[in-house]
């Protein structure tokens, strides 16, 4: 533990003395900044061998005086004295008498423990470096050299780039330095939605319900399966692979274990084209958490993980020894996450993503700098109308509306209302957003300039008419589920809007701002890497390295890529993008961020009913996997909306950076 006055680096080891010199309290700051810019994939397989603090002094420099490293700077500052905040905290803690804290703590382990579910069998599917291996399908001459798909930002790097420290969600400028041969092929998301459907062609025939948890990735629940076959989990899994590589001609490496999270951890284990069983008995599973970093869990991310270092939470292991202090340093939801991954507890019921209940409604756009009055209330009237949209299509009014808006410094901004009524129209979310959007601009002074803004609606009241029989009864509903939700502590049973139930546990929200954490990086490097190019010469050649396949299927380093012609390919990847989705109807992760919309391209609404009558034809969106009418428009617009939306924390749950305004 350190004292006050003491600067705690991100190893939660390391503090420098209050008495040191100011160049030497830089450089312990700083090295928590290059901890940071290591990026949210720090943990993919294939990375093993890797020397990250190489890898973290280039990304430094190479990054170093761009808008982007001002925000990360800005941010790691902010955490730093967070963390300091976390320690004195716990100092005073400390000095009390913790003994009926700790009997709490003792008492919900308990707790946990009776309920502890060991009779499901859950495998968690992950498909290796999915976009590099279909890529790799066309182009077999790219197996064995260094290769990434992405522009801007890489999404997929296959194992040889891996060796040299490239990743996904990393500027492709920065992995150049890293890797200069490293070979990017751009993205071609026909390709990679018409092969997910073929491995979840297979998957159906094991879980009928599985669950996408992305493009490359799902969780099944096999204990039926196995029980039917007389297989056993190992026998189950190794025939599912086999089936999959039959099938697509891609591998995949799966996790298998009595829930969902040490699924999800296992299946990283034997990357790639392997599998690992954590055996369903306590001493194993406890065992197999112990010594796992906190980091490796979903849900953990680069800041959180700084929090938990700095009080000595290293891995899984050390949150026994600090249960007293959890809820008072972190809150209540912290420590219910933190007790259940001690434990090595999650999930063991298994649902498609379409029956999760929705928690909120919410529509943003991203932009080029934009500082006009008009400009920005056109921009506001615009995302009015696209969340009016789609509260129609799903069915909801909001009692909360959250305005965000992120500065062109990167600073984000949140501000809530409530409404005297539930809003769904966009006379109402625009008459109810704008006073919002009117004390930032007060408080902001004149020019205030924006690159981001959104809207989005909480605690929502469903419009949907309830499904009654003939005499005015509600109609019961029959579900199938691979397992049956079982209400605990630790993870509760609920009803959604459709009559379902299923198990609510406290990772649910951990998950989310991880990935929230994760989106946000994607759009900031995408921004870097346009810093980046802007700084180029037009007609020289330089190291963005993009490639087209247009030369007899040979990818070729593209070294002559003029702004329009990128601008040209984003845009035809969005149509192709647009048609896959009603050709596949399979789902699709989040586009990188960028201005996929201008107010002049906004088209009429549709006259007719938002609503989507029973007797209609039916198009699933491929981004939200909800149900929309199949009209061209309505469904492009929708697709777009989806492409260009990041998420809005959860502002009332928050809290950190809203104001209510009354």
């Known amino acids: 533990m350190t004292d006050e006055g003491t600067i705690q680096t991100h190893s939660g080891d390391t503090s420098v003395d209050s008495s040191v010199t100011k160049s030497e309290v830089a450089v312990a700051e700083h090295d928590t900044l290059k901890y940071h810019l290591l990026g949210p994939s720090l943990t993919k397989a294939g990375q093993d061998a890797v020397d990250q603090q190489k890898v973290s002094e280039i990304i430094y420099n190479a990054s170093k005086g761009s808008k982007f490293f001002n925000n990360e700077e800005y941010k790691d500052k902010n955490l730093t004295q967070k963390i300091e905040k976390i320690l004195t905290r716990k100092r005073q803690l400390e000095r009390t008498d913790l003994t009926s804290d700790l009997r709490r703590a003792d008492e919900y382990i308990s707790e946990l423990e009776l309920s502890r579910d060991l009779s499901q069998t859950v495998v968690h599917i992950d498909c290796d470096a999915f976009y590099a291996a279909v890529e790799e399908l066309d182009h077999p001459e790219l197996k064995q050299v260094p290769m990434a798909v992405g522009k801007g930002v890489l999404t997929t790097c296959n194992y040889h780039a891996r060796k040299y420290g490239c990743r996904s969600g990393m500027a492709g400028f920065v992995a150049m330095k890293l890797c200069p041969q490293l070979i990017c092929l751009p993205l071609n998301f026909e390709k990679y939605t018409k092969k997910a459907q073929e491995v979840r062609e297979v998957l159906a025939q094991y879980d009928p319900r599985f669950q996408s948890a992305s493009m490359d990735e799902a969780y099944l629940n096999i204990t039926q399966y196995c029980t039917d076959h007389e297989l056993n989990p190992d026998e189950a899994v190794s025939q599912l692979r086999a089936q999959v590589f ?25 990357k790639p084209n392997g599998q690992f069983r954590v055996a369903s008995d306590r001493s194993t599973i406890l065992a197999f958490m112990r010594d796992l970093p906190t980091r490796k869990v979903n849900g953990v991310g680069r800041v959180f993980e700084r929090e938990l270092d700095a009080i000595g939470v290293k891995t899984c292991g050390d949150i026994y020894p600090q249960r007293a202090f959890l809820s008072k340093l972190f809150g209540e939801k912290a420590f219910h996450f933190l007790m259940q991954v001690h434990l090595g507890l999650g999930h063991t019921s298994v649902r498609p993503a379409e029956e999760y209940e929705r928690k909120s409604v919410g529509t943003e756009s991203t932009f080029r700098d934009m500082s006009g009055k008009e400009e920005l209330r056109a921009k506001l009237r615009w995302i009015a109308e696209e969340l009016e949209k789609d ?3 799903t069915q909801h009014k909001g009692r909360t509306l959250v305005l965000k808006i992120k500065l062109h410094t990167y600073e984000v901004l949140t501000r809530q209302v409530v409404p005297p009524k539930a809003v769904s129209t966009a006379d109402d979310l625009y008459t ?45 509903i029959s579900t199938s589920s691979s397992a049956n939700p079982i209400p605990t502590p630790n993870g509760k049973t609920e009803t959604d809007a459709n009559g379902h139930e299923w198990q609510v546990w406290p990772e649910d929200d951990f998950e989310t701002a991880a990935r929230e954490e994760r989106r946000e990086e994607f759009d900031q490097l995408e921004k870097l890497s346009q810093e980046y190019e802007k700084t180029l010469p037009h007609d020289s050649n330089n190291n963005s390295h993009n490639n087209n396949n247009n030369n007899n299927g040979n990818p070729q380093i593209n070294q002559s890529s003029t702004r329009s012609q990128k601008k040209a390919s984003e845009e ?29 391209d906004i088209t009429t609404p549709s006259k007719h009913n938002p609503g989507i009558d029973e007797q209609s034809d039916i198009w699933h969106c491929p981004i939200c996997s909800r149900p929309q009418v199949a009209r061209d428009r309505d469904f492009n617009n929708h697709v777009d909306y989806c492409l260009s939306r990041g998420t809005i924390r959860e502002a009332v749950e928050t809290g950190e950076e809203e104001s209510i305004e009354t």
Not at 437 to 448: D, N, S, T, V
Not at 572 to 600: G, M, N
């Open 246 to 270: 039959e099938r697509a001609k891609i591998t995949v490496s799966a996790g298998v274990a009595a829930n969902a999270r040490i699924a999800k951890i296992a299946s990283n284990r034997n």
């Open 391 to 393: 509260l129609a299509r």
């Open 432 to 476: 109810y957003a704008l006073p919002m959007f009117q004390r930032l601009e007060r408080e902001r002074g004149p020019g205030m300039t924006l690159r981001l803004m959104g809207l989005r609606c909480t605690h929502l009241v469903s419009t949907k008419k309830e499904d009654v029989d003939f005499f005015g009864l509600k109609r019961p």
């Open 572 to 600: 035809a990847d969005r149509r192709r993008l647009r048609q896959t989705a009603r050709e596949t109807q399979t789902d699709i992760p989040a586009y990188p961020k960028k201005e996929y919309r201008r107010v002049s």
